[in-house]
C-alpha cells in the first residue's frame, strides 16, 4: 500500500531503536545487555500497560551514549519515516532520561539535531524537535531541562509532556509551560491515554497545550467532544500503540471511526514504532484495512496531519498541494 503523504506529529525517537540497533549499539559502547539476543529482546515485547513498556524503554536507552548513537538513531527513523511516506515530522526527545544517566545534554542534543538539520536534503523530510518533559520527574527537574536547553541555544519547537501519566496531571507544570510560551515555544502534552478526560481539560486550560497527544479518552466527555471539535484542537492518535499498551483490546476496537463520526480533528501516528509494531504507514494500513476506509478519509488524515503541524506556511502548502495530487 502507497500511503499519501503525512506529517507525523506523534513520534518518540527513542522508540525507533530496533532490537538489532541496541545491540550494535551495546557492543560499541560496552554496554552489557540483559537479553541473550535479539530474539530475546523481542519476546519482551508484550506489555500489560503502559508502565510495562516504559521499564523496557529506558532500559534500552542505556546504550545511548554518545551524539553519534543520537545522530544514526534520529537518521535511522527519517529515512525509514521517508519510506512510509512522512515528508514532515516533529519528533520528541526526551532529556532527563538521559542527564540522569550522565550522559551530557550537549551530547543529546547536538546528536539529534546534527540528524534533523540534514532531514530535508537528504530524506525529504523536514522535521521540528519537541523536548519532551517526563512527568513522573518532578516539575523542577523539568523547569532545569528546559532553562538547560534555552541556555545551549539549540533549535527547538517547542515543548511537551510525556512518560507514566496516572498520577502525574498536568497541572503540576503549569510553571514550566508558561515559560516555554513566553519564550515562544509551541507547547503539546499527553493526555487522556491512560489518564482521564480531565487531564486533557488541565492540557489545555493549565497548560496552553495546541495538540492533545493520545485524547482518545476525550469521548467519555460529551462537553469535552464538543470544545475540541468547536476548536479543531488536533489529537495525534496512535492506533497501533493503543492496542500494545491495551489502552484497547484489538484494532476492530479502536474509537478511530467513531472520532472521525464526531468531527475530532485526528492524526495517525506511531508513537514507539519499534516496540508497538509499526511505523506510520503501518498504522494508516492497519485502520485502513480494519474499518475499510475510504479515500476520501485517508486524504482527511493527511490533511489533518498537515494542518495540524509547526511547519512553516510555504512547507505546508506545498505537502497539502502533494496530498492532493497523490488523490
Given at each position: 500500500?502507497t500511503?499519501?503523504?503525512?506529517a ?18 551495546a557492543?560499541r559502547?560496552r ?6 539476543d ?8 508484550d ?7 516504559l ?8 546504550t ?22 512522512v515528508?514532515?515530522?516533529e ?12 550522559v ?14 540534514c532531514s ?7 522535521s521540528g524537535?519537541i ?5 513522573d520527574?518532578?516539575?523542577?527537574s523539568?523547569?532545569?531541562t ?5 541556555t ?11 512518560s ?5 496531571p ?9 515559560k ?9 502534552a ?9 487531564y486533557?481539560?488541565e ?9 492533545i ?9 460529551d462537553?469535552?467532544?464538543h ?12 492506533p ?7 489502552v484497547?483490546?484489538d484494532?476492530?476496537?479502536?474509537p478511530?471511526p467513531?472520532?472521525l ?8 501516528n ?5 516496540y ?31 494542518d495540524?503541524?509547526f511547519?512553516e506556511?510555504s ?6 498541494a ?6
Amino acid at each position: 500500500m502507497t500511503v499519501l503523504p503525512h506529517a507525523e506529529l506523534h513520534l518518540h525517537l527513542e522508540g525507533t531503536l530496533e532490537p538489532e540497533t541496541i545491540f550494535t549499539m551495546a557492543e560499541r559502547n560496552r554496554i552489557d545487555l540483559p537479553y541473550a539476543d535479539v530474539a530475546d529482546l523481542s519476546s519482551r515485547y508484550d506489555f500489560s500497560d503502559l508502565q510495562s513498556f516504559l521499564n523496557l524503554y529506558y532500559a534500552n536507552m542505556a546504550t545511548l551514549r554518545t551524539a553519534a548513537d543520537f545522530a544514526e538513531m534520529t537518521d535511522s527513523y527519517l529515512a525509514r519515516a521517508a519510506r512510509g511516506g512522512v515528508r514532515h515530522a516533529e519528533v520528541f526527545l526526551d532529556p532527563q532520561a538521559h542527564v540522569t544517566r550522565g550522559v551530557a545534554l550537549e551530547e543529546v542534543m547536538d546528536g539529534v539535531t546534527t540528524a534533523l538539520a540534514c532531514s530535508l536534503e537528504r530524506h525529504g523530510v523536514s522535521s521540528g524537535l519537541i523536548v519532551a518533559m517526563l512527568r513522573d520527574h518532578s516539575a523542577e527537574s523539568a523547569m532545569q531541562t528546559l532553562d538547560a536547553v534555552l541556555t545551549l541555544g539549540t533549535p527547538l519547537l517547542g515543548i511537551g509532556l510525556d512518560s507514566a501519566e496516572v498520577g502525574h496531571p498536568p497541572s503540576k507544570f503549569v510553571d514550566v509551560f508558561a515559560k516555554a510560551r513566553a519564550e515562544g515555544l509551541h507547547v503539546v502534552a499527553h493526555a487522556g491515554e491512560e489518564g482521564p478526560p480531565s487531564y486533557v481539560w488541565e492540557a489545555l486550560d493549565l497548560l496552553g497545550a495546541e495538540r492533545i497527544d493520545h485524547g482518545i479518552r476525550c469521548l467519555e466527555d460529551d462537553r469535552l467532544v464538543h470544545r475540541l471539535v468547536a476548536e479543531r484542537v488536533p489529537l495525534t492518535v496512535c492506533p497501533l500503540s493503543n492496542v500494545r499498551l491495551r489502552v484497547v483490546a484489538d484494532i476492530a476496537d479502536h474509537p478511530l471511526p467513531t472520532m472521525l463520526a464526531k468531527g475530532l480533528n485526528v492524526t495517525i501516528n506511531s508513537d514507539d514504532p519499534a516496540y508497538f509494531g509499526g511505523y506510520l504507514d503501518d498504522n494508516v494500513t492497519a485502520v485502513r484495512d480494519a474499518f475499510g476506509l475510504d479515500q476520501a478519509t485517508l486524504t482527511t488524515l493527511a490533511t489533518n496531519s498537515v494542518d495540524a503541524s509547526f511547519a512553516e506556511p510555504s512547507r505546508r502548502t506545498a505537502l497539502l498541494a502533494e496530498i492532493a495530487s497523490a488523490t
